[in-house]
């Protein structure tokens, strides 16, 4: 079983920047995509950024410019830099990684933005 813990959440200032962490305890190298979602009150998950084992990177249009996800196979972790945050950026992130037969997912950090 794979488990995922995101780290680095927490309040901030609308224009301010954020490093959002996640470590697997299985090595990401074996997984073919990890990435982040996020969820605010009221509305559905929505994919954020993810990341593929061939390190193409795919961004929500929201985000475009302003967030970079990355990896370390070393650490087997997934990084999420979040920079420019504005307050609809407010939501619970949530790290996913996924290989041919599952996709599993952290418990969630909340980011709360403030205007």
């Known amino acids: 079983q794979v488990q995922l813990v995101e780290s680095g959440g927490g309040l901030v200032q609308a224009g301010g920047s954020q490093r959002l962490s996640c470590v697997s305890t299985k090595f990401i190298s074996s997984f073919n995509r990890m990435g982040w979602y996020r969820q605010a009150p009221g509305k559905q998950r929505e994919l954020v950024a993810d990341i593929t084992d061939g390190d193409r990177t795919n961004y929500a249009d929201a985000v475009k410019g302003r967030f970079t996800i990355s990896r370390d196979n070393v650490k087997n972790m997934v990084y999420l830099y979040m920079d420019s945050l504005k307050p609809e950026d407010t939501a619970v992130y949530y790290c996913?990684?996924?290989?041919?037969?599952?996709?599993?997912w952290g418990q969630g950090t909340q980011v709360t933005v403030s205007s």
């Open positions: 996913y990684v996924n290989d041919d037969f599952h996709t599993y």
